[in-house]
């Protein structure tokens, strides 16, 4: 545990320290929501409508795109080297990366979420919907972006490649995200079971990409 | 009655991009000992390194570690000192160095203080990794080596870098270790200033 | 960093201490007078009582594109004069500007809120605005990504010169998208015909939160020329022998050259 302590510890602080990219994925989240009234207009029904939509799209690819250098930074400096050689299963390694990568990156979303729910004139219901929809799906997000992020080590290259790469995986947290957010706001659904399958891609999320990112990893050093 | 570790490979085949690097090599060595592998550029030192470091899968043959620490693999047991540091820039000597004691730990950690007087750059510890000289960057890497114990070394040209103050420094560093039963392999171009036998791959 | 470097800012911090009590007190004083003259201004006889928040709106909205301004001076002192201070003013200009611009949003839609009944509307100034602060945060973004300031001054500075000649082109495409979208515009913020009794506090209000701005600013500055210079004597002290000083007395060092 204390290893696992130690290296979440580490990315959080790197990721807050001067050259950290914690809150420019906060900056992107904003200006993707500021520039879609710009797009369809400044009626404010209608970006009340598509408000839970605007804000999951804008998380999903801030959360994506702050993904890239996860494990890259790692293996430039040659920390991955050590971190695979170490005495700490690879798995929980990666698992604890990605949370230190959500508590950095993911959260600051979700936190911003009221202030741009503001924006697009959504109510205190329908803002408290999408930031709850956001907490329990952008774990999901982060951990299948992980998996994309190995990848990426693996062929020495990053960005759009790791975007195309996750985007279609992670599909299905879009749909039910949006789908809970919808239902709270305007039914006919009941919140409570699309939310339960968001809370259930979220937790599948947490076996899979640790797994998976830990095996892309192991093949793909050299 | 406790048997002395012993790192042997035997008929190690390594294979990479499609080339056969090298095949059939069996070397070993025992407590107390250092191999100093050595071998024309291409020759494959590092990718030996790499292979008992785990961090290559061989593509033939066998590296094992006898009478080591319970059922720890190979690379459990070693530290492997690269041609990279594995330092953040954006963290303090200190930060840096007690990460890696903590990650790789588990126990029986040299007081960090201790491990930077060690390899001479104590009067560093509260500065950012950032400030470091190449020669100082190294240093803090040796330091890594002392702050958690490791039986085997596994270091890829360990002297580049260090001044000849730091490789005396170093080699100093290498008979205590080799003094309290520990294993050396080195991969090197000149001497390291302890006595070694010589691994010669390639032709 | 040499010691020819220094000179200046060794200047500029004497003048920063010797000018800052002063400016502090000048500030003190017109925001107190400001605010006094606001609170006896009449009560608007559309807007009640709302209209004082203008007093506040009003000056924060002007200094978010001044110092865009003093931020787009001190660039070209960078990438043209190359002028010492000219980054540090530059760097130390961002978070004020963009504190500047996020108040302006704040009492914006504070003040929006009983007119339009939401606390945003996209209107095409208030819009403009929340640009702008974008922008800023952009700038400061880009600041913080680069360790050594020095490399950073540049990339900044073509960026805010990028941005000043930029601004009035989103800012006409704004409107522009605005009038599109919105032919009879909700009612205008601070109209042009105001009645005496309203001007000269507002008067007052920017005079005094420009001196904010400047006193803020200054120290700001020499907070960025310690910084640079705790930076570059700790990169003195790390580069000193191991042995040749003892680690104490480097640390002594620091604190008597600073």
């Known amino acids: 545990m204390t290893a696992l302590g130690a290296l979440i510890r580490r990315d959080i602080r790197i990721a807050l320290r001067i050259g950290g990219g914690a809150l420019i994925g906060v900056l992107f989240f904003l200006t993707v929501v500021v520039l879609m009234p710009f797009a369809v207009g400044p009626d404010l029904a209608l970006l009340t409508r598509l408000g839970p939509a605007i804000l999951w799209l804008g998380a999903l690819l801030s959360s994506l795109l702050t993904l890239d250098r996860l494990f890259t930074a790692d293996h430039e400096d040659g920390s991955l080297d050590l971190i695979v050689m170490s005495r700490t299963p690879l798995e929980l390694a990666c698992a604890a990366k990605a949370l230190a990568h959500w508590l950095a990156a993911g959260l600051p979303l979700v936190i911003a979420t009221p202030v741009l729910g503001l924006l697009l004139n959504l109510d205190a219901t329908a803002t408290g919907a999408v930031a709850l929809t956001l907490l329990a799906g952008t774990p999901a997000l982060t951990f299948i972006g992980m998996i994309g992020a190995a990848l990426a080590v693996t062929m020495h290259r990053g960005g759009l490649l790791l975007a195309v790469l996750v985007l279609p995986l992670s599909i299905p947290v879009l749909i039910f995200g949006v789908a809970a957010s919808q239902a709270a706001i305007v039914g006919p659904l009941p919140f409570g079971a699309p939310f339960s399958i968001l809370c259930a891609l979220s937790l599948v999320s947490f076996v899979i990409g640790p797994f998976a990112a830990a095996t892309s990893l192991r093949n793909g050093l050299d | ?203 | 960093m040499s010691l020819i470097d220094l000179a200046n800012p060794t200047r500029f911090l004497a003048l920063a201490a010797r000018l800052l009590p002063w400016l502090a007190l000048v500030t003190v004083g017109l925001l107190a007078a400001g605010l006094y003259l606001s609170a006896v201004a009449p009560d608007d006889y559309q807007q009640g009582a709302t209209v004082k928040i203008m007093f506040i709106h009003v000056p924060n909205a002007w200094l978010s594109m001044f110092v865009w301004g003093v931020m787009s001076i001190a660039s070209l002192g960078t990438l043209v004069w190359r002028h010492p201070l000219a980054d540090v003013a530059a760097k130390a200009a961002a978070p004020i500007g963009a504190s500047f611009t996020f108040l302006a949003l704040l009492t914006g839609s504070l003040w929006g809120r009983p007119m339009w009944g939401t606390y945003w509307e996209w209107d095409a100034r208030l819009t403009s605005v929340l640009i702008l602060f974008l922008m800023y945060l952009g700038l400061m973004a880009l600041w913080r990504s680069v360790e050594d300031p020095t490399r950073a001054a540049r990339a900044a500075a073509v960026l805010t010169l990028v941005g000043a000649i930029n601004l009035p082109i989103i800012k006409f495409s704004v409107d522009w998208w605005n009038t599109l979208h919105q032919p009879a515009s909700v009612m205008r913020m601070g109209g042009p015909a105001l009645d005496k009794s309203f001007l000269i506090p507002l008067l007052v209000m920017a005079v005094g939160f420009s001196f904010l701005f400047i006193t803020l600013h200054v120290a700001a500055m020499r907070n960025e020329i310690l910084r640079r210079r705790v930076r570059s004597l700790q990169m003195m002290q790390a580069r000193a022998y191991p042995g040749s000083a003892p680690a104490s007395g480097a640390t002594g060092q620091i604190v008597g050259a600073a």
């Not at chain 2, 035997?10 to 499609?18: F, L, S």
């Not at chain 2, 050595?38 to 006898?66: F, Q, Y």
């Not at chain 2, 960057?137 to 039986?151: D, G, K, N």
């Not at chain 2, 103050?165 to 309290?180: K, P, S, T, V, Y």
Request: proline share 5%; aromatic share 4%.
């Open chain 2, 1 to 203: 009655m406790q048997l002395s570790p012993r790192l042997f490979g035997r008929d190690v085949r390594c294979v990479r991009g499609g080339r056969e690097v090298f095949t059939g090599l069996a070397f070993e060595a025992g407590a107390g000992e250092a191999l100093a592998v050595t071998g024309h550029n291409g020759a494959g030192k590092t990718s030996l390194l790499r292979l008992i470091a785990g961090l290559l899968l061989p593509a033939g043959g066998t590296i094992a570690i006898e009478s080591g620490e319970g059922e720890l693999t190979v690379p459990e047991q070693a530290h492997y000192l690269g041609h990279r540091d594995a330092l953040k820039p954006a963290l303090s000597v200190a930060e840096n160095l007690t990460f890696w004691a903590d990650f790789l730990g588990g126990g029986t950690i040299r007081p960090i203080p201790d491990c930077l007087a060690a390899v001479g750059i104590a009067h560093t510890i509260d500065l950012p990794a950032a400030y470091l000289s190449a020669g100082q960057r190294r240093r803090l890497s040796l330091a890594r080596l002392l702050a958690v114990p490791r039986l085997l070394w596994l270091l890829d040209e360990p002297t580049a870098a260090l001044d000849v103050a730091g490789q005396a420094m170093f080699a100093g560093l290498m008979r205590e270790h080799l003094a309290g039963g520990g294993l050396i392999v080195a991969a090197t171009h000149g001497p390291l200033g302890i006595d070694t036998s010589e691994l010669r791959i390639g032709n």
